[in-house]
Every structure is written in structure tokens, then in C-alpha cells.
Nanobody
Framework: QVQLQESGPGLVKPSQTLSLTCTVS??????????WNWFRQPPGKGLEWIGA??????????PSLKSLKSRTSISRDTSKNQFTLQLSSVTPEDTAVYFC??????????WGQGTQVTVSS
């Protein structure tokens, strides 16, 4: 059974860098065909896809979230079977529940429970 668990600070000050880690168990992030994604859901809004790191190590970022594009970095640590989201220069608009998610064949099949991140001074 694959499990994903987000970890990171629940409160970040404006202008700081948010860093979240997703620890994966029950499967390797290097297994062919799988993509490891970050989503978020701001209060009162729908899910937003932030980006992903593929089994190969290639990273992808959302072309539609222009406010995120230049501030987002996704990386991975294969020795720990983890992948990480860094979002710099955060503002209160980055307040959201952040999810790490496994994707395969255009299906998002395993989700972390989500972690609330609040940007506030």
C-alpha cells in the first residue's frame, strides 16, 4: 500500500520560503511511469496543480499558475524516497492546504492527507 505524508511548517511569514516534504512509503519514487505531484487548495477555491517530479527526475511546473512559476522549485531525494516543494516569497495568497499526490497514466491514485499552510505575520 502506497502512502504519502506531507511535512513542513504550518505557519510561514510573508516573504519567506515555504518548504514542504513528501515522504513516500510502499513504493519507490523512481519506479518507471509514476509522477509525484504537488497540489494545493486555497480556502474557498478548487484544487490547483503546482507541479511534479517524474520517476526520471524531470520536473514539470504548472503553466497556468503564473503567480507560482518563478517562485516554485520541486526536487527529490531518492535515498530518502522523498520529494520537496519550495515556494519562495510567499504572500497570504499562498495560504492553502497542500497535498502530495502520486500520478500514473493520467490518474491521481494516492494522496497525502494534506497539510495546512498559513502565510501570516
Amino acid at each position: 500500500q502506497v502512502q504519502l505524508q506531507e511535512s513542513g511548517p504550518g505557519l510561514v511569514k510573508p516573504s519567506q520560503t515555504l518548504s514542504l516534504t513528501c515522504t513516500v512509503s510502499g513504493g519507490s519514487i523512481t519506479t518507471n511511469g509514476y509522477y509525484w505531484n504537488w497540489f494545493r487548495q486555497p480556502p474557498g477555491k478548487g484544487l490547483e496543480w503546482i507541479g511534479a517530479t517524474a520517476y526520471s527526475g524531470v520536473t514539470y511546473y504548472s503553466p497556468s499558475l503564473k503567480s507560482l512559476k518563478s517562485r516554485t522549485s520541486i526536487s527529490r531525494d531518492t535515498s530518502k524516497n522523498q520529494f520537496t516543494l519550495q515556494l519562495s516569497s510567499v504572500t497570504p495568497e499562498d495560504t492553502a492546504v497542500y497535498f502530495c499526490v502520486r500520478g500514473v497514466d493520467c490518474v491521481y491514485d494516492y494522496w497525502g492527507q494534506g497539510t495546512q499552510v498559513t502565510v501570516s505575520s
